[in-house]
T-cell receptor, first 113, second 111 residues
Framework: DAGITQSPRHKVTETGTPVTLRCHQT?????MYWYRQDPGHGLRLIHY???????DKGEVSDGYSVSRSKTEDFLLTLESATSSQTSVYFC????????????FGPGTRLTVL | GQQLNQSPQSMFIQEGEDVSMNCTSS?????WLWYKQDPGEGPVLLIA?????ELTSNGRLTAQFGITRKDSFLNISASIPSDVGIYFC???????????FGKGTKLSVKP
């Protein structure tokens, strides 16, 4: 257990509304990640953070923004949700070894109507 | 960008059978990771491979890091019903050590 929680676990929203997902970790990990998982696509990286206020884009960053104002929290925001952003979102942290293993949270299922 | 080809996409086997799945890439990776995902949960790390040619076991699971560093396989021996799930391979690459995931192998086990 890497001490990762995600909130909310489920959310239904309407097209055009803003949505923020929260990832919280308790073990002071430097690196945090947001992925989305869709059938046929596996897990795709949206954004990641390598420290407080340090973030970078991943493979599918369009339509998403992130913020990390403190080590333990990494927020993913959909400024204006679209139906194509209906997905399961996973947060992950990088372990403390040199080998870059990542450990995942339980996920947030987001439905955009 | 980098891509991983994971096969097979799905497997439907009888309890007690052995299972084999693999991932290949056109790119070299420094680390290969294998994850399992149960329905409604996040992926859980099963095995990590750090060196080309390495063979690592975790109970009934065995994984190998290909000598070319472009492939890896995972074997499950004597499958049981709780092996059901989706198995993902992931390669670690790039300057930030980000993961590239295969699209998964869905395993179904018939008792």
């Amino acid at each position: 257990d890497a001490g990762i929680t995600q909130s909310p676990r489920h959310k239904v929203t309407e097209t055009g509304t803003p949505v923020t997902l929260r990832c919280h970790q308790t073990e002071n990990h430097r690196y945090m990640y947001w992925y989305r998982q869709d059938p046929g696509h596996g897990l795709r990286l949206i954004h990641y953070s390598y420290g407080v206020k340090d973030t970078d884009k991943g493979e599918v960053s369009d339509g998403y923004s992130v913020s990390r104002s403190k080590t333990e929290d990494f927020l993913l925001t959909l400024e204006s949700a679209t139906s194509s952003q209906t997905s399961v979102y996973f947060c992950a942290i990088k372990g403390q070894t040199l080998y870059n293993e990542q450990f995942f949270g339980p996920g947030t299922r987001l439905t955009v109507l | 960008g980098q891509q991983l080809n994971q096969s097979p996409q799905s497997m439907f086997i009888q309890e007690g059978e052995d299972v084999s799945m693999n991932c290949t890439s056109s790119s070299i990776f420094n680390t290969w990771l294998w994850y399992k995902q149960d329905p409604g949960e996040g992926p859980v790390l099963l095995i990590a491979l750090y060196k080309a040619g390495e063979l690592t076991s975790n109970g009934r699971l065995t994984a190998q890091f290909g000598i070319t560093r472009k492939d890896s396989f995972l074997n499950i021996s004597a499958s049981i019903p709780s092996d059901v799930g989706i198995y993902f391979c992931a390669g670690v690459g790039g300057s930030q050590g980000n993961l590239i995931f295969g699209k998964g192998t869905k395993l179904s086990v018939k008792p």
